[in-house]
């Protein structure tokens, strides 16, 4: 493809205008909802939370989240895109810093189901927004862009949120409530520039030409009525579509799996080792490292081939076997050698999985049945880390939800196999 084609600049505009902004939003509110994992080293011992109610209060986090997504969505689709993510990304803020000052298990509560209630449009939002600007050619590099800033928060977050927790501050607060204050100001600030950077529709970004803007509204146009005539899933279809069944059945099952390890890791190495908080942060990093990897390159080779379904099956599996050999193995180096291999099958099969659902909405299904996905991944966070706080504080042990969330993985897999195309019979 030519560097001068209309595709390609409106590719790199885009990634820049677009995409990047979107990365950013994603690793502050990525940052502002795990860095209770890493705050949970002493914020538990503070204000009296035991496994079972820290595991509650991170999923109650995701009742919310789950419960909002398509009100979420339809201010999103009511007040446009601009204003959305200006009121989205300053509420998450606020709440985010908010947990500094929390005193009790009531107060972990409130503020974990407030904070799911904010951000519960933002990623299907982000998706969302990314079907309505990327052409299908494009989509699977372009959102498993804005998700590979999950792992770079976490990347980033574990060690500077070890370091954090550690340091005197000039406020004297507990390591752990000025890790929320100065992890959730950025948030805020990012806020206040948003109305600056968004347009609403591809007609209104002045950094596209009037060429540019031709040809990708022409594309997202094209590929909307090629959707119809294809027998793509419309509203009404929703609920009775098998194909959306069976990929939001894959999305929880890969999100039980991802945050099993955001919310549990730096507890279970903390427990397995005696090494400072910091090094527990830069351990935790290490699978998420990987996550990114797989991510980024096999969306890529997605978007390469144009071939979908496979790309998500084989890394699911992948990190179904990492995950199970990890809780048998127990600890020590070959254990974080497998929990980093799950990580880059988890971000491998993540990063390609909404190139296989937005192929089959219509323009006009899109933001429902995005929510509607998401809904059953916001299902994946509570089962992931309410299961294994309830197992860990009666069992003892970390192996059999590790296993169980393996499973999962498992379901993930089949559920896109079954939705694969197949090739039409001949007929002699």
Known sequence: MPMNSPSATVERKANLRLILPFLILIILNSLDRVNVSFAALKMNADIGLTPSTYGFGVALFFVAYTAFQVPSLWLLNRFGMRRWFFAVVLCVGLVATGMAFIQDTQAFYVLRFLLGVVEAGLAPGITLCCTRWMPRRLRAGSIS???LAIPISIVIGGPISGWLLQQHNLLDLAGWRWLFLIEGAPTILVALALPWIFVDTPAQAKWLTAEEKRWLIGELEAEAQTAVKGGGVTTSMLLVSGRVWACSLAWLGLLAGAYGLMYWLPLLL???????DLQVG????LPWAGLGVGMFFNARHSDRTQERHWHVVIPSL???AGLSAAALVGSGWIAMALLIGAGVGLGAAQGTFWAVPTTFFTAASASVGIALINMFGGFGGVLG?????WVKQNTGSYSLPVIAMAAMLVMSAVCVYLIRPRPAPIIS
């Open 145 to 147: 862009v804005t998700m």
């Open 270 to 276: 903390k427990e397995l080792s005696a090494g400072s």
């Open 318 to 320: 992948v990190a179904a």
């Open 282 to 285: 830069v351990l935790s990093a």
């Open 385 to 389: 880390p309410g299961m294994i706080g």
